[in-house]
Structures are given as C-alpha cells and as structure tokens.
C-alpha cells in the first residue's frame, strides 16, 4: 500500500494496523522518518548535530508531482518486492507543511525472516531519498531554502545497485 498525503498520520497506529494485517510475518521492520529543527547544512555526512546549531529549523514544505510521485513509489516497491520475499509492504509519505517533529514518511515491511524485512525496509528508503520525485524546502529565521541532494544520500542508493543476489548478502 502506498499513500502520498497532506494530512498528518499516526506512526503508532499505522504499525499496529500493518502487524494486525500481518499476524504469520516472522520478521516486521519499520522506520519514521520526521522533521528535525536543525539545518542540514549543519551536519555533514550523518555527523551528530553540534550543540549550536547555525539556523533552527521551523517548518519543512516538501512539494511533489501528483501521479508521478506515485508511480515512482510504486516503482521502488515492485523493486523491493523482486529482490525479497516480503508479505507485505506499506509506504506513506506526506508532503505540504510540516514542524520539527511531525513524521514525514513510514516504511513497513513484513517478511518470514527478519533480514529480508530489514533489507527491504533501508532499501526503500535509500531508494526513496533519491529516486522519489520530492522537493525539501525549510523554513527558519533567516528565511527560506531549497534542500540540495546529498552525496551521503547517493552513495547510499547505489549501494543497492548491485545484483539482487548480492544485495541479499549484505
């Protein structure tokens, strides 16, 4: 299931929906993505964030091409479904407004063993960070800006570019 959104979701209740729709699922992996109140220009390269950061964060506006954004998440599913066995799988992510704090986007994924629900899950999301048809701009006291794409963020999707016999592996 894939939902693109405005609106605000529950991380809590959309995980205990999908482990109710999944009951036999030996393996169940998820991850929250949310807004932060830090600049990205502070932290390079997944760096903690220092003790002062430069500029506070205080809103993020994601903008997306309706249909297209879609079907490029539909895209990175069918992906993930070719590479492991998954039972199911649940992307949700929001786009308009948002503050530091509010989620962003919830991936699921529920497998037989662990390992392939967990695959899945980081490759979704490394897929989503760089494939996914989203604009990042955040908002703070000294006005606004568009969020660039980061090497870290490639370089973490390419890894995944190898056959699907070697992502396995890893």
């Known amino acids: ?50 003790s002062r950061p430069k500029n506070i964060i205080s809103s993020l506006e994601l903008e997306h091409y309706p249909g ?11 992906e993930a479904k070719s590479r492991w066995p998954l039972d199911d799988m649940i992307v949700i992510h929001r786009y308009g407004v948002m503050t530091p704090g509010d989620p962003i986007v919830l991936v699921c994924t529920a497998a037989t063993h662990r390992g392939d629900a967990f695959a899945a899950c980081e490759f979704v999301m490394d897929w989503l960070k760089t494939h996914a048809p989203f604009w990042k701009r955040e908002h703070s006291s000294t006005g606004a800006s568009w969020v660039e794409a980061k090497e870290v963020d490639d370089d973490r999707s390419t890894r995944w570019n190898r056959s699907a016999t070697e992502s396995k592996i890893k």
């Not at 297209?68 to 069918?78: A, F, H, N, S, V």
Request: hydrophobic share 35%.
């Open 68 to 78: 297209m954004t879609e079907k490029e998440l539909k895209r990175i599913c069918d």
């Open 1 to 50: 299931m894939i939902r693109v959104q405005d609106n605000p979701f529950d991380p809590g209740a959309e995980l205990n929906t999908f482990l109710a729709r999944n009951p036999n699922s030996g393996g169940v992996a998820n991850f929250v993505g949310q807004v932060r109140d830090f600049n990205s220009l502070d932290v390079d390269n997944n760096e903690s964030p220092p």
